[in-house]
C-alpha cells in the first residue's frame, strides 16, 4: 500500500516570507510526483509536477526532489494571502490506478 | 472551452437510494477518475479507466459503480449498499496513467 505523509498544519507565514511544504513516500517506484492547491470548497488545481531528482523552478514555486530519501517539497517564494490554501502532495507508481495523495497541509499566509 | 464538467454540483440522496453523478471531459484523454475527499483527509480512489469500455476497482469501490461507453464520459453511480456517501466526489482525467491529472469542479452528495 502505498503512501503519502505530509504534515497537516496549519502552516502559518508573514506575507513575503517563503513557506516550504514538504511530503515523503513510501514506495520507491513511484515515479512523477505532483503538487497541487485546493482552496476550500474546490477542486485540486495543479501547481507543479517534477519527473527528476533536483529542484525545478516555476515563477514564484519551486519543487524539489530528493529519490533516495523519498521526499519531494514545495517553497513559495513571496508568498501572499492568496496562496493560503491547502497543498496536496501526490504520487503516481508503475501501475495505472491513479495518484496516491498526502492529506494535505493547510498553509496560512498572515498579512 | 476544454474542461471537465461535472453534474450536479450538489446532490441529495435518499436512504435506499440510488444516485448517478455526472463526469464529461473534452480533452481527448484516455484516462479517467473518480476520487471521494472527506474532511480532514486526502483524495481516494473509487474506481479508473484508462479506456473505453474497461475500468478497474480502486481502494474504496465498494457501493459504487461505473461505465466507460464514450471516452468522454465516466458517470459513478453511489447505490444504496454504499452506507456512508455524504463527501466530496471528484473526477479527473489525464492523458496517460501517469501523467498529469486535470480535475472537475466536484459534487457534493448530501444524504436526506
Known amino acids: 500500500q502505498k503512501e503519502v505523509e505530509q504534515n497537516s498544519g496549519p502552516l502559518s507565514v508573514p506575507e513575503g516570507a517563503i513557506a516550504s511544504l514538504n511530503c515523503t513516500y513510501s514506495d520507491r517506484g513511484s515515479q512523477s510526483f505532483f503538487w497541487y492547491r485546493q482552496y476550500s470548497g474546490k477542486s485540486p488545481e495543479l501547481i507543479m509536477f517534477?519527473?527528476?531528482?533536483g529542484d525545478k523552478e516555476d515563477g514564484r514555486f519551486t519543487a524539489q526532489l530528493n529519490k533516495a530519501s523519498q521526499y519531494v517539497s514545495l517553497l513559495i517564494r513571496d508568498s501572499q494571502p492568496s496562496d493560503s490554501a491547502t497543498y496536496l502532495c501526490a504520487v503516481t507508481g508503475g501501475g495505472a490506478d491513479g495518484l496516491t495523495f498526502g492529506k494535505g497541509t493547510h498553509l496560512i499566509i498572515q498579512p | 472551452d476544454g474542461g471537465i464538467t461535472q453534474s450536479p454540483k450538489y446532490l441529495f440522496r435518499k436512504e435506499g437510494q440510488n444516485v448517478t453523478l455526472s463526469c464529461e471531459q473534452n480533452l481527448n484523454h484516455d484516462a479517467m477518475y473518480w476520487y471521494r475527499q472527506d474532511p480532514g483527509q486526502g483524495l481516494r480512489l473509487i474506481y479508473y479507466?484508462?479506456?473505453?469500455?474497461?475500468?478497474q476497482k480502486g481502494d474504496i469501490a465498494e457501493g459504487y459503480s461505473v461505465s466507460r461507453e464514450k471516452k468522454e464520459s465516466f458517470p459513478l453511480t453511489v447505490t444504496s449498499a454504499q452506507k456512508n456517501p455524504t463527501a466530496f466526489y471528484l473526477c479527473?482525467?489525464?492523458?496517460?496513467?501517469?501523467?498529469?491529472?486535470?480535475f472537475g469542479p466536484g459534487t457534493r452528495l448530501l444524504v436526506l
Open positions: 479527473a482525467s489525464s492523458i496517460g496513467s501517469l501523467e498529469t491529472q486535470y
Open positions: 479507466s484508462q479506456i473505453v469500455n474497461d475500468f
Open positions: 517534477i519527473y527528476s531528482n
